[in-house]
């Protein structure tokens, strides 16, 4: 089931109904409320640090401090969501509603990112332990909901755009000092 983004006058309804105060923007908690009651009927929660991915995306340029979301950004995260969610369900191939190892392998090559079968199972053991899926003592999942991709691809261009921006030649390696690698970690840049 493909999930379509919501007319403008179906998000400005929602945008009201979750902008508590009238403020003209939704905080970071009133986004995740929505994102999560809107979508419960096709995909797990979202959770905070995902949620707080998305509104940085879409807030404002320059925001400081915690990014909100105006009426126009939360149109665009739908469309977003939108659109994401068709490109999850088309390398979905069991219809499992989750994206196995190969599932997930396919779907980075198809963005160009090629990375080995060891780093996906460790993306996707992150994943599912910042999701609070594994528990002690149970087989691991190797696999991931949609929430956990869109978070997982989130990742993945930021990285991309960081070594990108670090590899001034092109060259496709970088060097970096211990300092410049710390400064990139603790900004998550």
């Known amino acids: 089931m493909t999930y379509p983004p919501p007319s403008d006058a179906e998000s400005q309804q929602w945008f009201s109904r979750y902008d508590r105060g009238q ?111 594994i528990q002690k003592g149970r087989r691991l999942p190797d696999d991931i909901d949609f929430p956990s991709f869109i978070d997982l691809c989130i990742t993945c261009k930021q990285a991309t755009d960081t070594f990108g921006r670090l590899d001034t030649s092109q060259s496709g390696s970088i060097q970096l000092y211990w300092e410049n690698y710390m400064d990139i970690i603790v900004s998550g840049r």
């Open 23 to 133: 403020k003209g923007h939704l905080t970071l908690d009133e986004m995740h409320n929505l994102l999560n009651d809107r979508g419960s009927s096709l995909w797990a929660p979202f959770d905070q640090d995902t949620a707080f991915k998305l509104a940085r995306s879409f807030a404002p340029p320059g925001t400081q401090g915690p990014p909100t979301l105006t009426p126009p950004a939360l149109n665009a995260l739908w469309q977003y969501l939108s659109q994401w969610h068709s490109i999850f369900l088309s390398f979905d191939a069991d219809r499992s509603g989750r994206i196995s190892h190969s599932e997930l392998q396919n779907a980075l090559a198809a963005f160009g990112i090629r990375l080995p079968p060891r780093l996906i199972h460790l993306m996707i053991h992150k994943q599912n332990l910042m999701q609070g899926k």
